[in-house]
């Protein structure tokens, strides 16, 4: 690997590949979050996976604006498949839209997708910057996992 990125050296490359495994991380923690919390585990995973369509596609890096297009990228490739819900389309991607209101409580999936991420954040690096909003969620879900 040269210069921090793949072979060739190209970071952009490196930086999609994290995404993708960070949304991974996303997606698996989500669906164990949401057999606890006696939610849809199917529905949960996919949201996980896409959660970062936004910046994938877009290379956005603020928060809103990498959300509200990922939402809308989430919506295009699920309507896309045709094996979608009306309710389903609309439960990924108000989570999706809602992923950076760590202070807001919202719907109990839009919640989970939130949980997933801050869960993720900790597992991958116990050490991560989270702010007072996100140490609260993180306390929480490890107790609820009978974690302190």
């Known amino acids: 690997m040269g210069a921090g990125g793949d072979a060739d050296g190209n970071k952009d490359t490196l930086n999609k590949r994290n995404e993708f495994i960070h949304?991974?991380?996303?997606?698996?923690?989500?669906?164990?979050?949401?057999?606890?919390?006696?939610?849809d585990p199917e529905l949960a995973a996919i949201a996980g996976h896409i959660l970062n369509i936004g910046w994938?596609?877009?290379?956005?890096?603020?928060?809103?604006?990498?959300?509200?297009?990922?939402?809308?990228?989430?919506?295009?490739i699920l309507r896309k498949t045709g094996r979608f819900s009306e309710?389903?389309?609309?439960?990924?991607?108000?989570?999706?839209?809602?992923?950076?209101?760590?202070?807001?409580?919202?719907?109990?999936?839009?919640?989970?997708?939130?949980?997933?991420v801050i869960i993720e954040m900790y597992l991958h690096d116990p050490d991560c910057r989270l702010d007072n909003n996100q140490m609260n969620r993180l306390g929480m879900i490890l107790a609820q996992f009978g974690i302190a």
């Open 23 to 39: 949304s991974n991380g996303i997606a698996t923690c989500a669906r164990l979050l949401a057999l606890k919390r006696g939610l």
């Open 87 to 116: 309710s389903e389309i609309s439960t990924i991607c108000g989570s999706i839209r809602s992923q950076n209101s760590f202070g807001l409580i919202g719907t109990p999936f839009e919640e989970l997708l939130k949980d997933a």
């Open 56 to 76: 994938i596609v877009h290379q956005v890096r603020d928060a809103v604006t990498q959300s509200t297009l990922g939402a809308l990228e989430a919506e295009r």
